[in-house]
């Protein structure tokens, strides 16, 4: 399929199993909010069960303290639970 023919779903995978990408790295791509995004990607990883791909997930981290253990993997947080710290980085989405 050609890029015009192909969702922005499909895009964003193809997308995906080339170059890591955050959420808002994506929206600013594909021209989309960063939540419709992160949606987007969220059913790429459903998809992609019972397949020899995975869509592979460098978790939020604080930039301020180095905690990584957040609860939700896929959206970032509004601050660290740690340190409380608002200087956290978001997340990055990968195909392999």
Do not use: W
Request: charged share 30%; with cysteine.
């Amino acid at each position: 399929m050609q890029g015009a023919e192909r969702t922005t779903r499909q895009r964003i995978a193809e997308y995906l199993r080339h170059e890591p990408a955050k959420g808002g790295t994506l929206a600013n791509e594909f021209g989309v909010t960063t939540n419709t995004a992160l949606t987007h990607v969220e059913h790429i990883a459903a998809s992609l069960q019972g397949t020899d791909e995975e869509l592979l997930v460098a978790p939020p981290e604080c930039r301020d303290c180095g905690f990584t253990d957040f609860d939700d993997l896929v959206n970032r947080p509004s601050r660290c639970p740690e340190c409380k710290s608002e200087n956290v980085e978001e997340p990055s989405f990968t195909i392999d």
